[in-house]
């Protein structure tokens, strides 16, 4: 008689693994921001096409707010890869965020308000767009760094968010209705990350 296991489908890390190591070659060239993003669009884009890879683990909403799991990060804190998610109605505070930055859409649809800050410090709406599955955007000191994202749909959504540093640890700013601004460093709510690195799977 043949015993059988039953199997739980693991996920295939090995997207992200690549997606990762790719990222990796692009920054080693040492190029401008610019062409940092131009590289790491594409990349991303080819990362939340197909979902499949992004263990349920980091893909579950709190009650009451956003979630922010970090995946990777580099081991000279140059990049960090880390999926949100989103339950219905949440968002962030408007903020900003210091570093290179791309957003990528893997489940669901994310609105995203941008601002500029003008002369005398207020800040002004420059675009209010609805990024959807498999779009990706960009965010960054030179193009425009200031933001509000929220859930833009129904359900549950998840993104896949790109940083040019170690984003849990940076000193950054929070923007409040009144004018005034908050420090805060964002940290992560996972006290564990995704093994990569059993490349025995499959
Ligand atoms: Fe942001």
């Known amino acids: 008689m043949t015993l059988h296991v039953p199997v739980v489908a693991a996920p295939h890390l090995k997207r992200l693994r690549q997606f990762i190591a ?23 884009k080819r990362l939340v096409a197909v979902d499949d890879w992004l263990p349920e683990a980091y893909a579950q909403p709190h009650p009451d707010h956003y979630q922010q799991y970090l995946l990777h990060c580099d081991s000279r804190e140059r990049f960090s890869v880390v999926s949100f998610v989103w339950g219905p109605g949440q968002a962030t505070p408007i903020h900003n965020h210091t570093v290179w930055g791309l957003v990528g859409i893997l489940r669901g649809a994310e609105r995203v308000e941008s601002f ?3 002369t005398n410090g207020s800040l002004t709406l420059t675009d209010d767009s609805v990024l959807r599955r498999g779009e990706v955007e960009a965010v960054g000191p030179d193009i425009g760094d200031i933001h509000r994202v929220s859930n833009g749909a129904d359900g549950v959504s998840v993104s ?23 420090t805060f460093i964002s940290g992560y709510a996972n006290p564990t990350l995704p093994n990569l690195w059993n490349t025995s799977e499959p």
């Open 116 to 118: 500029r800050t003008d």
């Open 160 to 182: 896949i968010h790109v940083y040019g540093a170690n984003i849990g640890a940076v000193r950054r700013s929070i923007f409040r209705p009144d004018g005034t601004t908050k």
């Open 22 to 44: 790719d990222l990796a070659d692009v920054i080693d060239e040492g190029e401008d921001e610019a062409a940092v993003l131009a590289a790491g669009e594409v990349l991303l």
